[in-house]
């Protein structure tokens, strides 16, 4: 009812069968060689690629003695996470926040033209420690020391090319930063600020020339040209205080910059200290009639904070002045 079929295990017959065995085995080893080929070449690609850029515009925070402290930041189209780029510090001023000190400023289009990475960082309650003090136990040198490694590790950031810049407050405290961690920027400059009495007394003893340059209007009623009584040096005096820190020569070169003829009243005039310790110069752009505004920038209401000058683009003259300024490696 039931057939079986029966091999008759020959010499031959024995030996195709170790043949298929071993073909069969060396199949398998060719399939595991392949597989383990490729999953290390998985794990090389996640391990050595690398990092995608970061999107162009991105907030984070960084915790500074247990503050959650806000920074914003701006990449240009042709960062690449690979080639280093300059960065640029933007403070703001008082009662001010990066969004509104990036919108006056300009500094994204800048940045987008020239190459170079901006950071808006935010201050404490809005505001910058300008003397070195600690009102608001906030410690901002510490925030910004923290601020820079962070960059240099998130980032492909040039370390000889950081910059700081700040309007009212932000540039008091970008004098304050100028005395205090001289060997983190290669230049400074300041819109609309002055500085501190304080610092100017003996709190502040740079370690090294400071590039810095100042554009300050005669008729700010927030920063006067004059100085405020007890608090901030007058202009010229905040001129004199970088000329001699910098080993300048004291007297200036000065330039009248055109009128660009738009029925402004204001007239600009730059005046330019050579002979510096290092390249470290100092140069003033003095607004005849100005008032506490970033020029060429997003104008505050005029009738409180006076006019703004037709006459100067602040945010390109201030690139071109830290273009010109580098640390050695």
């Known amino acids: 009812m039931f057939s079986r079929r029966y091999q008759i295990m020959t010499e031959q017959w024995i030996e195709a069968r170790r043949r298929e065995r071993r073909r069969r085995l060396r199949i398998a080893g ?3 060689l392949a597989l383990l080929v490729v999953a290390a070449a998985v794990v090389a690609y996640f391990q050595f690629r690398p990092d995608p850029p970061p999107p162009n515009n991105y907030v984070s925070t960084i915790d500074v ?20 780029l300059p960065v640029v510090m933007v403070f703001h001023g008082y009662g001010q926040t990066p969004e509104g000190i990036r919108e006056m400023t300009g500094f994204d289009d800048a940045a987008d033209a020239h190459n170079f990475i901006v950071v808006y960082p935010a201050g404490f309650l809005r505001v910058w420690e300008v003397e070195n003090v600690n009102l608001h136990q906030a410690d901002d040198i510490e925030f910004i020391e923290a601020l820079i490694e962070r960059l240099d590790e998130e980032l492909a950031i040039d370390r000889s090319r950081i910059y700081a810049t700040g309007f009212s407050n932000g540039a008091m405290f970008t004098q304050r930063l100028a005395c205090m961690m001289p060997g983190h920027f290669a230049a400074f400059a300041g819109v609309g600020g002055a500085l501190p009495r304080t610092l100017a007394a003996g709190d502040c003893e740079p370690e090294e020339p400071a590039p810095m340059l ?5 008729r700010d009623p927030s920063t006067r040209y004059e100085g405020t009584f007890d608090w901030l040096e ?20 000065v330039d009248d910059l055109p009128d660009r003829g738009d029925g402004d009243s204001t007239s600009v005039t730059r005046l330019s200290y050579g002979g510096c310790e290092g390249g470290a110069d100092v140069v003033l752009y003095r607004i005849e009639d100005g008032g506490h505004q970033w020029p060429g920038g997003g104008m505050l209401l005029e009738r409180r904070y006076g006019r703004m000058t037709t006459d100067l683009p602040a945010t390109e003259m201030i690139w071109a002045f830290f273009a010109e300024h580098a640390r050695a490696e």
Do not use: I, K
């Not at 959650?68 to 080639?83: A, E, G």
């Not at 100042?214 to 005669?218: A, E, S, W």
């Open 65 to 84: 003695t247990g503050q959650d402290r806000p920074y914003h930041v701006h990449l240009p189209p042709s960062y690449d996470n690979r080639t280093p």
């Open 214 to 218: 100042l554009v300050n209007g005669t």
């Open 30 to 32: 060719y399939v595991a």
């Open 234 to 253: 007058s202009v010229p005096d905040t001129v004199d205080f970088w000329v001699q820190a910098n080993g300048c020569d004291a007297e200036a070169a």
